[in-house]
């Protein structure tokens, strides 16, 4: 009987290398390799290659696990790769499917900070010329921290300490742990939108020391800008003096503890009273200084007025000497004299000039009256003439066509004499 060849589809193909692949390889595999044609498709989902000096390797890695990742990759980082191996049937293809990804030979948190730090410097965030100073002389100071912790105690004790008239508030929040970052940032834009009621001068965000991971809320991008945000003074007491966070960078101040935050948020008490008291001082001495100032230069002032007093008395007696000198020489009796004669001459001439102008005048006033008097229509009154009017209208009479019957009159005579008639009859 002849052999014959079994025919398989395409997909019956693609399955029994599925099934090989997953019979004969570990469940989970560990691959370190370079990222290369590293893309994010719009479903979230990340599609790459990893390679080595001889061979590539396609690999997926799902939205839900690409999340979950603390730094970004990126082309040419090497990195080690958890996942599992699987055919892909519609394309016959096999793949990587990575569930988990950390940089190889260097921490993935430690990675992402220094993504972060390369990318938020880029931006201008850490630059001093945006970070706000710090008021001298803060009467109320907001705290977000844990109020579990002990850096509120801490922070608390070294405000208190250096100036007890601070006002405190203190805003709990998580420090640690999925989301405290962004319950941080909630917080500080709260308080901003808040604080033409609030009043605070200050914000202190920290928490006492921890692994990186413990601290890692503080390198998170959505505190880091939230800070930068902030319209009030932000203080960052994150952590130990070894420790460095993005905070750290980004606020306005930074106390590499929380228990040195009270010496960068306010001055001590005790040094503000001494420089207080030696300025009291200073200020004494230089009055003082002033008063003697100014009574020497008063007696200096005194000691040249009547210097120059007597200087001028001196020189005006001089010049009256010389004055009277000259008027002795040219004999004002008899220059009186002569100027006494010219003077009553001057005036008679004046007072007969007055008379003639007058009496010019007088004339002429006389002629303009008499001339006046001739063209007065009431002039003629005085000679046996009289003058009719309209007692209604006012209207004098010329003649009889300017009356009606019944019409009162008003006849004026001389010296004002007035008679009043009637029209009876024309």
């Known amino acids: 009987m002849q052999n014959r060849t079994k025919i398989y589809t395409v997909s019956q193909v693609n399955s029994l290398i599925k099934g090989i692949l997953e019979n004969n390889l570990p469940s989970r595999l560990a691959i370190t390799g370079e990222i290369t ?5 719009r479903s979230g989902h990340a599609y790459f290659d990893l390679k080595d000096e001889n061979a590539l390797l396609p ?3 799902w939205r839900s696990k690409l999340d979950r990742i603390k730094f970004e990759p990126a082309n040419g980082l090497a990195v080690i790769a958890k996942g599992y191996i699987d055919v892909y049937s519609p394309h016959g293809k096999y793949q990587f499917y990575a569930e988990s990804m950390q940089p190889a030979g260097i921490g993935a948190l430690q990675l992402a900070f220094e993504q972060m730090v390369k990318r938020l410097k880029a931006e201008g965030l850490f630059e001093e010329k945006y970070k706000k100073p710090l008021p001298a002389y803060p009467e109320r100071i907001g ?5 579990s912790g002990a ?10 300490n250096r100036w007890p008239p601070a006002g405190l508030f203190l805003y709990p929040v998580p420090v640690q742990g999925e989301g405290a970052a962004e319950k941080i940032a909630a917080a ?3 308080i901003n939108r808040r604080n033409k009621e609030l009043k605070l001068d200050i914000l202190i965000v920290g928490r006492g020391g921890g692994s990186l991971e413990d601290l890692w809320a503080f390198n998170e991008e959505v505190l880091a800008r939230a800070i930068f945000d902030s319209k009030i003074p932000v203080i960052s007491a994150v952590g130990h003096e070894v420790d460095t966070t993005i905070a750290d960078l980004v606020a306005d101040a930074r106390a590499s503890t929380p228990t040195k935050a009270g010496i960068v948020a306010v001055p001590d008490m005790q040094e503000v009273l001494e420089h207080v008291d030696n300025l009291k001082k200073r200020l004494v001495s230089q009055l003082k200084f002033l008063v003697y100032s100014a ?8 000691i040249r007025l009547e210097s120059s007093v007597r200087q001028l008395l001196a020189e005006a007696r001089a010049k009256l000497h010389a004055g009277f000198q000259q008027i002795v020489k040219i004999e004002p009796h008899r220059l009186l004299g002569k100027k ?22 007088r004339m002429q006033l006389t002629a303009q009256t008499n001339l006046l008097a001739g063209l007065n229509p009431k002039s003629v009154l005085q000679r046996g003439y009289s003058i009719t009017a309209n007692k209604k209208t006012g ?6 066509e300017d009356v009606r019957i019944g019409d009162l009159l008003i006849t004026e005579l001389a010296e004002e004499n007035l008679i009043e008639s009637k029209v009876i009859k024309k």
């Open 37 to 41: 044609n590293w893309s994010i498709a």
């Open 295 to 302: 009574e020497q230069q008063s007696d200096e002032l005194c």
């Open 151 to 160: 850096a509120v105690h801490d922070i608390i004790d070294s405000i208190h």
């Open 340 to 361: 006494t004669v010219d003077l009553n001459n001057l005036k008679n001439r004046v007072n007969a000039a007055i008379k003639a102008i007058i009496n010019s005048r």
């Open 59 to 61: 690999c997926v890695m």
């Open 395 to 400: 209207l004098l009479i010329k003649s009889s």
């Open 188 to 190: 500080l834009r709260d």
């Open 143 to 147: 705290i977000l921290t844990s109020e």
